[in-house]
Each structure stands twice: as structure tokens, then as C-alpha cells.
């Protein structure tokens, strides 16, 4: 896990750059909170938990909300500015500054990992620490964005997304883009659908389902949904840790 975390840290150094106009542009990011959160809400709610982990958790907002179902809820994340802002109002999560292949804590019924592997370099070693947080029967949620739409995105800093860029769909490869018009850009990492299902397999991890979240409200009024109501967003996977036998 060494190597997971030396390759990490020009990611982690990214977003504490940008961390400080990170959260209250969240709170306006209508994919996120219109579209995202709730399918990922509706999927909590037809689950049994008690104990959840969530990784990578920002500024705590969705730990936050699974608190009020679950017995136990901690939460890390490598940013110390994002924990700073989870913790100033109590909330009964168990917050920490940690990082994926440092944290050990005990297995849970229930890992979190929402819109953090696309920032994550070796995408089977994270599953692994990901499958390994779990206990044997138990539930992954994993968010990413759209391979659909990461294709689409460019290797260069100065170009936004742009439907007409069409980089290799069938290799990994990494792109910068300014998150949510922050000035400091953001790196991430395009993976094809095929290089997900490999991972989740290699570590013993069956997939439950998979969501494609879309517009629930059909009030558009107010913004521009023309691009996010036709093509697919995000990419959620519903996921279940074989037990022993089943392996």
C-alpha cells in the first residue's frame, strides 16, 4: 500500500490546495445534490447496516445523513480542511484525517466511497483496501464519474469538457479539468467500465446493481439540465463481499 500512497499524494496536495472554495461550491453543485445524492440516499434506505465507513468523505455531508440510520459511522478523508469544516457541528460520525492504505480501523457492514476513486491513480489497489475494510457478506456503494463522460474530458488544464473530444475509451489514462470553476486544477483518471468490473472481481466483490442516476425532480426551470438529463452523469455500483464459501 506504500506505492498506493506515495501515488496519491500529488492528488491529496491538489484538492488541499483547492479545499477552500471547495465546500460552499458543493452546496450550489446541482449534479452532485439533485441527481447523485438522492439515488445514492434511495440505495441507503433499502439496505440493512449498523456500522459504515465512509472513505474519502470531503466535508462530511453524506457521512452526515447515514448517521441517523446507522450505530457507529467514521468517516476520513486526506484533507485536513475538509474534516476541519465535518467536525464544527456535532454530528455522531467519528471523523478522521487519513487516506486510503493508511487507514486500519475494524470492518464494517457498510463502506461509502462517493466520487473518489476517479482521483485515485491504481484504481485495484483502492478496491482492495476498499473490499478489505468489509466484513464477508457485506455492502460496498462506489460512486464514480461516467465513463461516458471522462472520455470526453481533456488531458490539458486550458480545455473543459467538451463533447466533441474523444480520447481512447479502452485505457486509463489521466486528465486535469477546474472543478466547479476553482482556479486550482484537479486531476483525475479515465477508466473503461471493463477496468472497474476487473477490480471488483479480482477482489471478491459481486455487483448488486448498478445505477445510472438521472433528474428525479421534473422541476428544470431554474438551471440548465440539458446536458446532465440526456447523458449519463455518474456511475454508481451496488456492491456485495462474497463470503468464504462463495469465493
Known amino acids: 500500500m506504500d506505492q498506493q500512497i506515495d501515488r496519491n499524494s500529488k ?3 491538489e484538492w488541499t490546495h483547492a479545499a477552500s472554495n471547495f465546500v460552499d461550491k ?16 434511495s440505495i441507503l ?18 457521512a452526515k445523513f447515514i448517521a441517523s440510520n446507522a450505530k457507529m459511522v467514521t468517516a476520513f478523508d486526506p484533507v485536513e ?9 456535532p454530528s455522531g460520525v ?10 486500519d480501523g475494524q470492518k464494517v457492514d ?7 476513486l476517479n ?25 464514480v464519474e461516467h465513463p461516458l463522460r471522462t472520455a470526453k474530458k481533456s488531458c490539458s488544464p486550458d480545455i473543459k469538457f467538451d463533447s466533441n473530444i474523444n480520447e481512447n475509451y479502452f485505457r486509463q489514462w489521466k486528465y486535469t479539468s477546474n472543478f466547479l470553476g476553482i482556479d486550482a486544477p484537479i486531476s483525475g483518471w479515465h477508466r473503461s467500465l471493463e477496468m472497474y468490473f476487473n477490480s471488483f472481481s479480482q477482489n471478491g466483490l459481486s455487483i448488486s446493481s448498478i445505477v445510472e442516476p438521472t ?19 455518474f456511475l454508481v455500483f451496488v456492491l456485495r463481499k462474497m463470503t468464504t464459501l462463495e469465493l
Do not use: Q, W
Open 94 to 103: 467519528n471523523f478522521l484525517v487519513s487516506e486510503i492504505g493508511r487507514y
Open 11 to 13: 492528488s491529496i496536495k
Open 26 to 41: 458543493m452546496e450550489c453543485n446541482e449534479p452532485y445534490n439533485k441527481i447523485l445524492l438522492p439515488a445514492v440516499a
Open 215 to 233: 433528474i428525479i425532480s421534473s422541476d428544470e426551470e431554474d438551471t440548465d439540465f440539458s446536458d446532465i438529463s440526456s447523458h449519463p452523469f
Open 119 to 143: 482521483s485515485i491513480e491504481c484504481l485495484p489497489d483502492a478496491v482492495k483496501f476498499l473490499s478489505s475494510r468489509l466484513v464477508d457478506g457485506g455492502t460496498i456503494i462506489i460512486s
Open 81 to 89: 480542511e475538509f474534516i476541519f469544516h465535518a467536525e464544527r457541528e
Open 45 to 62: 434506505n433499502s439496505l440493512n447496516y449498523t456500522t459504515v465507513l465512509d472513505v474519502g468523505c470531503g466535508y462530511g455531508k453524506l
Open 110 to 116: 457498510l463502506v461509502t466511497c462517493i466520487n473518489v
